[in-house]
């Protein structure tokens, strides 16, 4: 009886060592099943991240590339506008400097025909009115060829016109070149195409009055320019040491001709002009900066 109770419990005791072993081995099987899913997981999560980073780059390399596409196209069409927008510049510079220079030669043949003419007349009048003609339609064939022969097609180079022009007006009477002396003061480099042919007619004129008129005598003179800016504004001065203005001539009202034409040309400007006659003759001519500009 004794041995039967102790098979008993042996049997018991082996069956619950088996279950418990089993138990444990099924755990154990859980465990690694569980530590398995967890690594598939790990696994599929670095899969997918592996994946996105790829698929970002790719979508960047592709954004890059077509960005890049996109700037060389637009940069060769920007370079094809610049071409042609240059050439155009550069054929109306071409157009320019040919107008300019056509203009030039028409106006020295009408100067060339007025001296002509004033050759083949014999009142002194008549040839001096011609000879200022020809001066006047010379002043501005010097603004066109200044304009063909330079770089800045807008502008006249003041000085460049100041000389050959002074020049060009002593020849024209016949004046020693030690008899007058030309102080000039030139501030303006250049001067806009609309400002400075009625400038140059009005230059010639008050040139042309002054070594007329101011030394008629024969003495020797001094003939005072300044043209520059004051306060925003152009400013010419022509100032003689000649006996000065007659009393009784007006510029407004019984003016000559040049004293006439210079009204009208200031009008244009929209600028105005006073007469000082106070140790010789001082004009002085003031152009509104938003004129001058």
């Keep these: 009886m004794l041995n039967k109770q102790k098979d008993d419990r042996i049997t018991q ?25 967890l690594r598939i997981e790990k696994s599929n999560r670095q899969k997918l991240l592996y994946g996105i980073v790829a698929l970002s780059f790719i979508i960047c390399a592709l954004a890059l590339y077509y960005l890049l596409r996109l700037k060389s196209k637009t940069n060769k069409e920007l370079a094809e506008k610049n071409d042609i927008i240059l050439k155009a510049l ?11 220079h056509r203009v030039k030669n028409n106006l020295q043949m009408i100067s060339a025909l007025l ?18 003609s020809q001066n006047r339609v010379q002043s501005m064939a010097m603004i066109h060829q200044n304009l063909y022969q330079n ?4 502008g006249v180079s003041v000085k460049d016109y100041m000389d050959k022009l002074m020049n060009h007006l002593i020849s024209s009477y016949n004046i020693e070149q030690d008899r007058i002396h030309i102080n000039k003061v030139i ?32 003495r020797n003179g001094i003939i005072d320019i300044f043209f520059g800016e004051r306060n925003g504004d152009i400013v010419l001065e022509v100032k003689d040491n000649g006996p000065g203005l007659p009393k009784n001539v007006n510029k407004d009202e019984n003016g000559n001709f040049g004293f006439k034409l210079i009204n009208i040309l200031t009008e244009r400007l929209g600028a105005t002009w006073t007469t000082e006659s106070v140790d010789g003759t001082k004009v002085t001519l003031v152009v509104p900066h938003k004129k001058a500009a």
């Design 187 to 218: 501030n303006i480099a250049h001067v806009d195409v609309d400002t400075v042919i009625p400038l140059a007619l009005i230059i010639n004129e008050l040139i042309s009055n002054a070594l007329k008129y101011a030394f008629r005598d024969g």
């Design 13 to 37: 005791l082996t069956t619950e060592y088996d279950v418990k072993e089993k138990d444990q081995k099924i755990s154990l099987l859980n465990t690694q099943n569980e530590l398995n899913t």
């Design 151 to 154: 770089d800045n097609l807008l």
């Design 115 to 132: 001296y002509l003419h004033g050759k083949s007349v014999d009142d002194t009048s008549a040839q001096e009115a011609l000879m200022e």
């Design 90 to 100: 550069s054929e109306k510079d071409i157009l320019l400097r040919e107008i300019h």
